[in-house]
């Protein structure tokens, strides 16, 4: 590969703590230097980057690419170009397929259709359980031999708390996360919202706050008594935040992952019955927007997730108690969060990039969010000051379920690098 000299931005490392004005210098696929006045090795190529910012690609903890099985609301390769175009250079996947990825097979399925896509790099993650059924738990050495970054039963809580603890205890010897859902599922059963004074007025069932906490309580009790890697998906409410402080100030090994749409919607958006903000664990009440912006702010939560989740027009244009949970959110994250969070005063961008890839990066011991050389050159530039709005008829996802169609929004992603190649731009 001939080297590729990155010049003239704003250079935002925040792994590293830096920011500066200068050039990023890329070689054999690799950060090669970053610094003010660097010049390009041999017949290297030079990329204008005036205007931008230049900052790690971004890693999704929590997508679902929905191949095998579910290919009408989403390919492995489709996931990817709609990955790119939001800046993302990394996805973990989820393993709730049809079949489940829970053996070397179908891992390494994922990981040969994610080659194969190019774009972003594809890590796929496994059920902790065989069929995510709960029962029985996966061959998780034979997984990660093929593949598998991480575990997780993706949307459905381990109910046992038995079988969750020897999940902790038998992913430490691979080094891996247990990546959770957590919420009680017997209080949460059949709630299609947030139980409050909206789903009262609505008449429907209500998925309280109360499931979540308990289950976040029962994980974090278990993984501090095993010192496990664990992982909370989809932080929803102030109390859950709560307690994921107050472990991490104990030393428990735990990481945790909040969306774009519960930083930023409530359950007021549900009083037209709109299926577009119907999602799993449901919006929740302004307090407990304000509470997990605090949280991502002071670090209390590491890392935003997309949760990103196709689904077929006809399957969302059902009755609201029918239509299935989950929003799109690859090829918007950034730009909503960077409008209501970052022009808002709540994070810093250096702040929001970090947790948009180094803070994913380090949860799941992933390659990437950083500029240090000999790093992998996954990159991406923005226009801070670009102004657009989000329209859902142009995503490159399959999906067009997005809670932000519609949005103004202020800060685009006008190129994508991965391996020190370009492989989106505006």
Not at 147 to 168: F, N, P, Q
Not at 399 to 406: K, L, Q, S, Y
């Amino acid at each position: 590969m001939s080297s590729l000299l990155i010049r003239g931005g704003r250079v935002i490392d925040p792994a590293a703590g830096a920011d500066l004005e200068g050039d990023v210098l890329v070689a054999g696929g690799r950060i090669g230097e970053v610094g003010p006045g660097l010049a390009a090795e041999g017949a290297g190529a030079a990329l204008d980057a005036g205007g931008l910012v230049v900052a790690p690609g971004f890693v999704d903890p929590h997508a679902h690419l929905c191949e095998p099985g579910w290919e009408h609301r989403e390919t492995i390769r489709s996931g990817v170009r709609a990955a790119v175009a939001g800046g993302y250079t990394a996805v973990c996947s989820m393993p709730d397929t049809d079949p489940v990825v829970d053996d070397p097979a179908s891992v390494g399925f994922i990981v040969a259709e994610g080659r194969r896509a190019g774009g972003a790099r594809v890590f796929p993650a496994a059920a902790v359980s065989a069929g995510r059924k709960g029962e029985q738990l996966t061959e998780f050495g034979e997984v990660v031999d093929a593949g598998a970054v991480a575990v997780t039963d993706a949307g459905r809580t381990v109910e046992s708390s038995t079988l969750m603890r020897l999940a902790l205890e038998y992913a430490q010897s691979f080094d891996i996360p247990v990546l959770a859902h957590c919420e009680d599922a017997d209080l949460a059963r059949g709630g299609v919202m947030h139980e409050g004074v909206v789903s009262t007025r609505l008449g429907l069932r209500g998925r309280p706050a109360v499931a979540e906490e308990i289950g976040v309580a029962r994980d974090l009790a278990l993984a501090e008594a095993t010192g496990g890697r664990l992982h909370i998906q989809r932080v929803s409410t102030a109390a859950a935040a709560g307690l994921i402080r107050r472990a991490r100030e104990r030393g428990v090994r735990v990481t945790a992952e909040v969306t774009p749409h519960h930083l930023l919607l409530t359950h007021d958006r549900l009083t037209g019955y709109g299926s577009e903000y119907k999602v799993n664990p449901p919006l929740r009440s302004a307090a407990d927007v304000r509470a997990l912006q605090a949280a991502l702010a002071d670090g209390t939560i590491d890392c935003v997730a997309t949760d990103h989740a196709p689904r077929h027009y006809d399957e969302k244009e059902q009755a609201f108690d029918d239509a299935p949970f989950g929003v799109v959110g690859l090829e918007t994250a950034f730009a909503v969060l960077h409008t209501r969070l970052v022009l808002a005063g709540v994070l810093t961008l250096a702040g929001l990039l970090e947790r948009m890839s180094a803070g994913p990066a380090r949860a799941l011991g992933l390659p990437g969010g950083a500029l240090e050389p000999g790093q992998p050159a996954d990159l991406v530039l923005i226009d801070p000051a670009m102004e657009w709005k989000i329209d859902a008829g142009s995503f490159l996802s399959r999906g067009r379920n997005t809670a932000f169609d519609g949005a103004e929004v202020t800060g685009g992603v006008v190129r994508t690098l991965v391996g020190g190649e370009t492989v989106w731009r505006l």
